[in-house]
């Protein structure tokens, strides 16, 4: 049987958010060009409005990856997986606001 080298996994978890998070800034900063665009122009939106609904998947996404990824860490750690009602409404209340 081969050794397994040691994975330094704090590094790839660091990495795997910074994408993300470059992905998002990225993603949000297109789509709101574009939404620039269409309001000076509204007979663009036809071209426009796929184009968007790619934007607005990347974030959503990035957003499944950071819950999978912090759900990995959890479960790593033992922590238990439910979230509490408090946590909810935090989540919920973040949402609501973007």
Same mark, same amino acid.
């Given at each position: /049987?081969?050794?397994?080298?040691?994975? $330094?996994?704090r590094q790839f978890i660091d990495e795997a958010i *910074?994408?993300?998070? $470059? $992905?998002? *800034? /990225?993603?949000?900063?297109?789509? !709101?060009?574009? !939404?620039?665009t269409i309001k000076t122009d509204e007979t663009k939106h036809q071209h426009s409005g796929p !184009?968007?609904?790619? %934007?607005?998947?990347?974030?959503?996404?990035?957003?499944?990856?950071? !819950?999978?990824? *912090?759900?990995?860490?959890?479960?790593?750690?033992?922590?238990?997986? *439910?979230?509490?009602? /408090?946590?909810?409404?935090?989540? %919920?209340?973040?949402?609501? $606001?973007?």
């Amino acid at each position: /049987m081969a050794k397994r080298k040691h994975i $330094d996994s704090r590094q790839f978890i660091d990495e795997a958010i *910074a994408n993300i998070r $470059d $992905d998002r *800034a /990225m993603a949000a900063s297109l789509l !709101v060009e574009l !939404v620039k665009t269409i309001k000076t122009d509204e007979t663009k939106h036809q071209h426009s409005g796929p !184009v968007a609904a790619k %934007y607005l998947e990347t974030l959503q996404r990035s957003n499944e990856q950071l !819950v999978k990824l *912090a759900s990995l860490l959890s479960k790593k750690e033992g922590a238990p997986t *439910a979230l509490s009602s /408090m946590e909810k409404s935090e989540i %919920y209340d973040l949402i609501k $606001d973007e």
